[in-house]
């Protein structure tokens, strides 16, 4: 290769077009929120593991708390029964007889409207991240407010009649 072509290579590849940066989003803010579940997945999370789950298997979500926010991922460990029934709560199913609960399958999570408590931490690079810390019952139904209707302004009230007493130093209010 000649140091021209070199050349031309080299101001071909400055000259063509750079990719888009990619776009930030700001964290969701602390508090409660009301998330959808985008996605569902069952992996193995190489820290989650334990003694009694070794692959450290999970379910997989990912939440988004509207479009100007970032995502919030949640890996639910298999053998962390008691946040599986909190979850199962948030997405209002009740127990079982035998006091299981059945969030049915994977697939079905997508699209489900859940209540949680956001919570942040901070990574080793230092960035800030929304977590749950915690799933939140479903709000029981309230009953519908009236919408707010523009009505027409209503004419001073004047008084019609005289009043019944007077008084030589009455003040007409």
Same mark, same amino acid.
């Given at each position: 290769m000649t140091i021209?072509?070199f050349?031309?290579? =080299?101001n &071909? $590849? $400055?000259?063509?077009p750079?990719? *888009? ?5 700001a964290? *969701?803010p602390q508090?409660?929120?009301?998330v959808e579940? %985008?996605?569902?997945?069952i992996g193995?999370v190489a820290?989650?593991a #334990?003694?009694a789950n070794p692959a @450290?298997?999970c ?6 708390a509207? !479009?100007? /926010?970032s =995502?919030? =991922? +949640?890996d639910?460990?298999r053998?962390?029964?008691f946040v599986f029934?909190?979850?199962?709560? +948030?997405l209002?199913s %009740? ?5 299981k609960v #059945?969030? @049915?399958?994977v697939?079905?999570?997508?699209g489900q /409207?859940v209540?949680?408590?956001?919570? /942040? ?7 800030q !991240?929304?977590?749950?810390?915690k799933w939140?019952?479903?709000v029981?139904?309230?009953p &519908?407010?009236?919408?707010i209707?523009a009505?027409a *302004? ?9 009043p $019944?007493?007077?008084?030589a130093d009455d003040?007409?209010?």
């Amino acid at each position: 290769m000649t140091i021209d072509a070199f050349e031309e290579l =080299f101001n &071909a $590849q $400055q000259a063509a077009p750079q990719p *888009a940066a990619a776009r930030t989003y700001a964290v *969701a803010p602390q508090g409660i929120a009301d998330v959808e579940i %985008v996605a569902a997945s069952i992996g193995d999370v190489a820290w989650k593991a #334990s003694d009694a789950n070794p692959a @450290g298997t999970c379910l997989k979500l990912r939440l988004s708390a509207g !479009r100007e /926010h970032s =995502f919030i =991922f +949640a890996d639910l460990p298999r053998d962390k029964s008691f946040v599986f029934k909190a979850l199962a709560a +948030a997405l209002g199913s %009740v127990p079982g007889a035998d006091g299981k609960v #059945s969030i @049915g399958p994977v697939e079905s999570l997508v699209g489900q /409207h859940v209540r949680i408590e956001v919570g /942040h931490y901070q990574t080793k690079t230092g960035e800030q !991240r929304a977590c749950v810390r915690k799933w939140l019952p479903p709000v029981a139904n309230q009953p &519908a407010t009236k919408p707010i209707t523009a009505t027409a *302004a209503k004419p001073a009230a004047t008084r019609t009649s005289k009043p $019944q007493w007077e008084c030589a130093d009455d003040i007409p209010f």
